[in-house]
């Protein structure tokens, strides 16, 4: 059986290598299409050899149609000296993603409508989008509102949106089987941390060490804009090898983990996740599948029925400062980094490892202590023992940990232990 690198690179170099590539993506105007999400895989490209993807304006993707590109210059409110009240240089959240171009003189009146701030959140600048509907606007703090004054304003939206491509990017780590693990992360927010600068840092860092080993299962990493990104995937390529996904957003809060179950609900991504969670030392919460959050939607729908689960931190809508300029760079750490970091390890360790194997002496328990294996730890003997007991074609090693509650881990060292000592083999899966 193959094995991966223990602890390359360990969890807090991952972490740092995520924090500084996040740092370097923050400032790039990304949205679901145009110059600043090419940029963003781009830079990825240089630190995993993905295959970028541009899908021209106007293609039919299942029932949906791949929109104009849009790209962004600059923006701007200046008051009547010149100076910059609203600047999209400080800023990307500044201007609604997705604005169609602006050059105007208006009063406070004219331009009130196009304001968006949050009352509640004096000093954050909201996150909005306009990618369907025509429209144009400025998102600011309420302190920068207030403080506004009644103009006349010179308004600037350099934006253009016209026909182009879309643009995503993907990485095929073949295994030795050709059944797929689908890794699937949304590349489409602009300047924030959680979401979604850590599920994108982290997949990076995953593949990375993928790429470092000689996988079981091929794993498939997708960097894509949210929800159209996905549709055009799966309108345009072959889903039917993806035997387990997870969509990955929003790691790197100091939150417990969130863990989004399949719409099936009881698939083996969603059971390796709960094992793994339940021995990660992190609080956590397992949450039914709804059709509604980030890109398992498509995937779980009914044409397709991936089993692919998502796995967060807090979760989407679940923080304060959720799609707003407060999820910013201080918003992530690198102990949290580090620990979805490590989950992600389980998990994987887990699918790569598991399988069904035979016990050789099934008459009887075989005398443990003529073969030295009795003289550890009682959860170390204990764990052979469920190994041998379970291990009659039937039950893989996951099935034993779950019905030993015992680690995985342990699990697959009992059945490595007993395989030397000849009293298991494996079952080889021919698939
Ligand atoms: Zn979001």
Redesign the pocket.
């Known amino acids: 059986m193959n094995t991966l690198p223990l602890a390359e690179p360990s969890s807090v170099e991952a972490a740092e290598a995520s924090l500084a590539l996040a740092r370097e993506l923050q400032p790039i105007c990304r949205s679901i299409t145009g110059d600043g999400l090419r940029e963003t895989l781009r830079i990825l490209n240089r630190e995993v050899p993905l295959t970028i993807r541009e899908v021209p304006s106007g293609t039919q993707v299942l029932d949906w149609t791949v929109p104009n590109e849009w790209n962004i210059r600059d923006a701007y409110i200046k008051n009547g000296r010149g100076e910059r009240l609203v600047d999209f240089q400080k800023c990307s959240l500044h201007v609604i993603n997705y604005s169609v171009p602006v050059k105007a003189t208006m009063t406070r009146g004219e331009l009130e409508p196009h304001l968006h701030s949050l009352p509640n959140r004096p000093t954050a600048i909201p ?1 909005k989008t306009s990618y369907y509907r025509e429209a144009w606007g400025f998102c600011v703090t309420e302190q920068q509102r207030e403080a506004l004054g009644d103009g006349p304003f010179e308004v600037c939206i350099d934006s253009s949106l016209k026909p182009g491509t879309l643009t995503y990017g993907e990485l095929l780590i073949p295994g030795s089987r050709k059944d797929e693990f689908l890794v699937s992360t ?1 590349c489409c ?1 602009p300047y ?1 941390a959680n ?2 600068l850590s599920g994108i840092v982290l997949s990076v860092q995953l593949a990375k060490r993928l790429l470092n080993s000689q996988p079981r299962l091929s794993y498939r990493f997708l960097f894509i804009p ?1 929800t159209i990104g996905s549709i055009t995937w799966l309108a345009l390529n072959d889903s039917s090898r993806i035997r387990h996904g997870l969509v990955l ?1 929003c790691l790197g809060d100091a939150g417990g983990f969130t863990y989004k179950k399949t719409r099936l609900g009881d698939a083996v991504i969603d059971r390796v996740v709960q094992h793994c969670l339940s021995y990660s030392k992190t609080p956590y919460a397992v949450r039914d599948f709804i059709p509604y959050g ?1 890109d398992e939607r498509q995937y779980n729908s009914p044409g397709f029925k991936l089993p692919v689960g998502t796995l967060m931190r807090s979760p ?1 809508g679940g923080y304060a400062q ?2 707003t300029s407060d999820d910013n760079l201080d918003f992530i750490t690198r102990d949290a980094l580090a620990g979805s970091y490590e989950i992600l390890c389980a998990i994987v360790d887990v699918l790569e490892h598991d399988g069904a194997y035979l016990n050789l002496k099934p008459r009887g328990e075989p005398q443990l202590g003529k073969r030295n294996l009795y003289d550890r730890a009682q959860d170390d003997t204990l764990a052979l023992l469920w190994v041998l007991n379970l291990s009659d074609g039937a039950f893989s090693l996951l099935d034993i940990a779950e019905r030993a509650k015992l680690p995985f881990t342990q699990i697959r060292h009992a059945a490595q232990r007993l395989t030397a000592a000849g009293l298991l083999r494996p079952l080889v899966n021919h698939e």
């Open positions: 996150y949304h927010h924030m979401d979604n949210g957003a980030y989407n959720y799609h």
